[in-house]
């Protein structure tokens, strides 16, 4: 199947989950990142039980603190 993954499609496999993925983008401080597949946040609730499909749009945010 492909899945669009911070704009660039990729195919992965069949089934493929969102813990996965995190996996195979080698996402940095994934206890930190926010996800969205289709412009939908993923609660970290859920994180665990999501199989991503088909077509699915995936991004990873990342929330920075800032100020003076």
């Known amino acids: ?3 669009t993954v ?5 195919e992965v496999k069949d ?3 969102l813990p996965e993925l995190i996996e195979l983008e080698n996402v940095e ?3 930190y990142v926010t ?7 993923v609660s970290s609730a859920d994180v ?3 199989v991503l499909k088909d ?3 995936v991004e990873f945010l990342y929330f ?5």
């Open 48 to 50: 665990a039980s999501t």
């Open 1 to 3: 199947m492909f899945i």
């Open 15 to 17: 089934g493929l989950t």
């Open 29 to 31: 401080t994934p206890e």
């Open 6 to 10: 911070t704009g660039t499609r990729k």
């Open 35 to 41: 996800v969205s597949i289709n412009e939908e946040f």
């Open 64 to 68: 920075m603190g800032g100020g003076c």
């Open 55 to 57: 077509g699915d749009s």
